[in-house]
């Protein structure tokens, strides 16, 4: 190739380069190649941004010079935020501001709300920390939600559409967390109460103090309790939902004892309510062969060691219905469970969410917890116990109502405040996801969990667990190989033509 021809190259691919920079300034798009829409604005976003009737303003907090990790969760939030912005109809603005510029942008950022986090950042094989900036402020006529911090794991889009979308409404709805029955505090779900303080404003309720406790309730969550419940308490939750309000339960059935190793029944008269309303919720534990280990110690020789033992009474359940509460869910851990089936009419939609696996089986109590058991397959003949679902449509001759019923409640419990021992992120998302979709009937539900996708290779059997490893070995070594042999091919017929005769370069 002549000189002259290459300057004409390099100068047509740098016209194409500016010509193509110019046309992405002006006309932002991509293309959403996940497998759940990642990159996709939900319907109920769109219809948020419809709706709108006063112009939105984001200001992005973000300090510069981040590490690349974290560097792209701010290049994902403005690619979000221009997607609004496009589908706004000029309705919503933003802004990037770096705090860390000055003195005076990092108090403007502090008297908003945010404050700055302490994230690793490697340098020279070293590992040291930077103060940085990874919030947003959003306003609208006089009213402000603050997203504190955003990362890249997070559900960004259901955080932003859910502080317009309470702006809009101008009121947070509220959910009542039943109390006085042995029902564990709010304090005890500290995981919950963080995912839900996004939208929603969260108090005890004790309907025996007062039987105008719940006029101000959307949902009522019925979390556990343990001592028997009043008849006026059913009647007064009877009238709540005739109003319009939503129920949540995660009924304990089985009241187990790991410091004795004894499950017996347990029985507080929320059970035969909610018989009356055809969901029954078995006095039977549920124990699948996808569970938990525990250790355990055993006598080995003159030493007692710990070893790994199954522990079915502690499912891991994978089942899930294709629903938008569980839609994005891949792995609940759940703790003497209890199956929870629904024996009414068609007057009313009853759906299954979550299943045990195609091994599993139940057991009736009063029974021993047997941690030292060596369970066989032979254990498990049953399959696809249902474990807790959604009721829809006439419930108790009220028309239009919804009532979840989920066979356990310890999936949510953090224990002591003091303590706390930290549940998966699908055990909180499972719980909020079912708030969400009993309180809201917009569709944001769906974004909670859009784009949170956990893989654990420990969860693959053994063949696909070391095929995955070798995989992640090997195959960059063979593309290396792949691309020399590709190289040293086309050297080697460039050599081969440049000695034949009349060849010009």
């Given at each position: 190739?002549?000189n002259?021809?290459?300057?004409?190259?390099?100068?047509?691919v740098l016209?194409?380069?500016?010509?193509?920079?110019?046309?992405?300034?002006?006309?932002?798009?991509?293309i959403?190649?996940?497998?759940?829409?990642?990159?996709?604005l939900?319907?109920a976003?769109?219809?948020?941004?419809?709706?709108?009737?006063?112009?939105?303003?984001?200001?992005a907090?973000?300090?510069d010079?981040?590490?690349?990790d974290?560097?792209r969760?701010?290049?994902?939030?403005?690619?979000?935020?221009?997607?609004?912005?496009?589908?706004s109809?000029?309705?919503?603005?933003?802004?990037?501001v770096?705090?860390?510029?000055?003195?005076?942008?990092?108090?403007?950022?502090?008297?908003?709300?945010?404050?700055p986090?302490?994230?690793?950042?490697?340098?020279?094989?070293?590992m040291?920390?930077?103060?940085?900036?990874l919030g947003a402020?959003?306003?609208?006529g006089?009213?402000?939600e603050?997203?504190p911090?955003v990362?890249?794991s997070?559900?960004?889009?259901?955080?932003?559409?859910?502080?317009?979308?309470?702006?809009?409404?101008?009121?947070?709805?509220?959910?009542?967390?039943?109390?006085g029955h042995?029902e564990p505090?709010p304090q005890?779900?500290q995981?919950?109460?963080?995912?839900?303080s996004v939208?929603y404003d969260?108090?005890p309720?004790?309907?025996?103090?007062?039987?105008?406790?719940?006029?101000?309730?959307?949902?009522?969550?019925?979390?556990?309790?343990?001592?028997?419940?009043?008849?006026p308490?059913?009647?007064?939750?009877?009238?709540?939902m005739?109003?319009?309000?939503?129920?949540?339960?995660?009924?304990?059935?089985?009241?187990?004892?790991l410091?004795?190793?004894?499950?017996d029944?347990?029985?507080?008269?929320?059970?035969?309510?909610?018989?009356a309303?055809?969901?029954r919720?078995?006095?039977?534990?549920?124990?699948?062969?996808?569970?938990?280990?525990?250790?355990v110690?055993?006598?080995q020789?003159?030493?007692r060691?710990n070893v790994?033992?199954?522990?079915?009474?502690?499912?891991?359940v994978?089942?899930?219905a294709?629903?938008?509460?569980?839609?994005?869910?891949?792995q609940?851990q759940l703790?003497?469970?209890?199956?929870?089936?629904?024996?009414?009419?068609?007057?009313?939609?009853?759906?299954?969410?979550?299943?045990?696996?195609?091994?599993?089986?139940?057991?009736n109590v009063?029974t021993?917890?047997?941690?030292?058991?060596?369970?066989?397959?032979?254990?498990?003949?049953?399959?696809e116990?249902p474990l807790?679902?959604?009721l829809?449509g006439e419930?108790?001759?009220?028309p239009?109502?919804?009532?979840?019923?989920?066979?356990?409640?310890?999936?949510?419990?953090?224990?002591?405040?003091?303590?706390p021992?930290?549940?998966?992120?699908?055990?909180i998302?499972?719980?909020?996801?079912t708030?969400?979709?009993?309180s809201?009937?917009?569709?944001?539900?769906d974004?909670r969990?859009?784009?949170i996708?956990?893989?654990?290779?420990?969860?693959l059997d053994?063949?696909?667990?070391?095929f995955?490893?070798?995989?992640?070995?090997?195959?960059?070594?063979?593309?290396?190989?792949?691309?020399?042999?590709?190289r040293?091919?086309?050297?080697?017929?460039?050599?081969?033509?440049?000695?034949?005769?009349?060849?010009v370069?």
């Amino acid at each position: 190739m002549k000189n002259k021809d290459i300057k004409i190259y390099v100068i047509m691919v740098l016209a194409a380069l500016v010509a193509v920079n110019i046309i992405a300034d002006k006309f932002f798009f991509r293309i959403d190649l996940t497998g759940d829409n990642r990159y996709t604005l939900s319907r109920a976003t769109k219809d948020i941004l419809a709706n709108l009737d006063e112009t939105v303003t984001v200001t992005a907090y973000f300090s510069d010079d981040l590490p690349a990790d974290v560097a792209r969760a701010k290049h994902d939030f403005r690619d979000l935020l221009t997607e609004y912005r496009n589908a706004s109809h000029g309705q919503f603005e933003f802004e990037f501001v770096n705090p860390s510029a000055s003195d005076e942008l990092e108090n403007r950022a502090v008297s908003e709300g945010l404050y700055p986090v302490m994230i690793n950042v490697r340098d020279k094989d070293q590992m040291t920390q930077q103060r940085a900036f990874l919030g947003a402020v959003i306003e609208k006529g006089g009213q402000k939600e603050v997203i504190p911090f955003v990362q890249p794991s997070m559900p960004v889009e259901y955080a932003l559409s859910s502080a317009i979308r309470k702006m809009q409404a101008g009121q947070r709805p509220v959910v009542g967390f039943l109390q006085g029955h042995g029902e564990p505090s709010p304090q005890e779900m500290q995981q919950v109460l963080a995912e839900m303080s996004v939208i929603y404003d969260m108090k005890p309720v004790s309907i025996e103090r007062s039987a105008n406790v719940l006029d101000s309730i959307t949902t009522l969550a019925i979390i556990a309790p343990t001592d028997s419940i009043t008849a006026p308490t059913f009647a007064a939750i009877d009238r709540f939902m005739a109003r319009g309000g939503r129920v949540l339960v995660c009924i304990e059935r089985i009241s187990a004892s790991l410091d004795r190793l004894f499950a017996d029944e347990l029985n507080t008269g929320l059970e035969q309510w909610l018989a009356a309303k055809n969901v029954r919720a078995d006095s039977k534990m549920v124990i699948d062969n996808s569970c938990a280990n525990v250790n355990v110690q055993q006598q080995q020789g003159m030493y007692r060691v710990n070893v790994q033992q199954k522990f079915p009474y502690i499912p891991f359940v994978v089942n899930f219905a294709s629903h938008a509460i569980t839609n994005g869910l891949e792995q609940v851990q759940l703790q003497f469970a209890s199956p929870v089936v629904y024996t009414g009419d068609s007057t009313a939609t009853f759906t299954t969410l979550l299943f045990s696996s195609d091994r599993s089986a139940t057991l009736n109590v009063p029974t021993n917890i047997d941690v030292q058991r060596q369970w066989t397959m032979r254990d498990f003949p049953l399959a696809e116990i249902p474990l807790g679902g959604v009721l829809e449509g006439e419930i108790g001759g009220v028309p239009g109502s919804k009532l979840a019923v989920l066979g356990d409640a310890d999936f949510i419990l953090n224990g002591d405040p003091r303590q706390p021992h930290q549940q998966s992120a699908d055990n909180i998302s499972l719980f909020v996801n079912t708030v969400d979709y009993l309180s809201d009937d917009t569709g944001l539900v769906d974004l909670r969990t859009k784009g949170i996708t956990s893989r654990p290779i420990d969860q693959l059997d053994d063949g696909m667990r070391s095929f995955v490893k070798w995989l992640n070995v090997l195959l960059p070594i063979v593309l290396v190989i792949l691309i020399g042999i590709i190289r040293q091919q086309q050297q080697r017929n460039l050599r081969i033509k440049r000695m034949e005769e009349g060849y010009v370069d």
